[in-house]
């Protein structure tokens, strides 16, 4: 019997180490490997984010869009790693300017925003990424707005801004309103340094208010539930939109990570930057 449970043991550690080597995998397209390819694709578009952009444990709205047959000539980069802040994508900024493409799609703010919400969640990131200091609406609107004005200034870019994403889908809740407040600032921040917008938080909320939901499920931290959405997508034939509803969101996977539903809003959102021509 002993014998038994340890295999057990050793079969679940095994599996769950091939799980989390597919979740944190590095995108094969992003910066430091596209500065090392020369390739003969016409226009160069970047997407700078965290977990969402990276598209292991939420829909890949990156890599769908690389699929698009009008952009056969389009060199698509995906730089987004999970549980990235803003400080970690000052970070890039060099490899960036390096590779100077036509197009950057910056999508950042749900880790900032988590952090402000208790001392736990600060001391997650604080532990992964070994910060100093805190992490506040004016750090984040200080590390935003050195963002823009980088790309702006030393690249020849289009830079486009999406505000993030909900926190949970329940309006009343404290990491919605949160997550309400950090699009508001990611609003006013794109505004004064004049580039574009894109309403994600807004137009998934909207679709939220519209859907007419029985309930609406809100933000509650769960590491452990957030792993096993993300083990079940790779080891069953689940999708994205499976396990939301299974988990009682609508756009969401686990409260935080888009699904395929609200993944496509931002895949739209996108392509209306790089396709204006195209409906």
């Not at 694709?41 to 952009?53: A, H, N, R």
């Not at 997508?233 to 990570?257: E, M, Q, R, V």
């Amino acid at each position: 019997m002993k014998l038994l449970s340890k295999l057990w043991i050793f079969s679940f550690l095994i599996f769950e180490s091939c799980v989390i080597f597919q979740a944190t995998k590095v995108p094969p397209n992003n910066l430091k490997s596209s500065l090392e390819t020369n390739s003969d694709k016409k226009q160069k578009v970047v997407f700078l984010g965290d977990s969402i952009t990276h598209g292991r444990v939420s829909y890949d709205y990156v890599g769908s869009i690389s699929k698009n047959p009008s952009l056969t000539n389009f060199q698509i980069i995906n730089e987004g790693i999970n549980s990235r802040l803003t400080v970690q994508i000052l970070e890039q900024l060099e490899n960036l300017k390096k590779l100077n493409p036509d197009y950057v799609f910056l999508l950042i703010g749900t880790n900032d925003l988590k952090a402000t919400l208790s001392e736990e969640e600060y001391n997650r990131y604080a532990n992964i990424w070994k910060l100093k200091e805190p992490v506040t609406e004016e750090s984040f609107v200080i590390n935003l707005t050195k963002i823009i004005q980088s790309i702006q200034k030393e690249t020849k870019a289009k830079l486009i801004v999406f505000s993030p994403p909900v926190l949970g889908e329940d309006p009343n809740s404290v990491p919605f309103q949160r997550s309400k407040r950090f699009a508001e600032l990611t609003k006013q921040v794109a505004t004064k340094e004049k580039t574009i917008y894109k309403p994600l938080h807004e137009t998934l909320s909207q679709g939220l208010d519209e859907s007419k939901l029985s309930s609406r499920k809100p933000y509650t931290q769960n590491t452990w539930g957030m792993y096993w959405t993300i083990l079940r997508y790779y080891s069953t034939t689940a999708t994205w939109d499976d396990l939301g509803d299974s988990n009682g969101y609508y756009y969401l996977t686990d409260a935080i990570h888009l699904n395929e539903r609200g993944g496509k809003i931002l895949e739209g959102m996108a392509l209306e930057e790089i396709l204006p021509n195209e409906k």
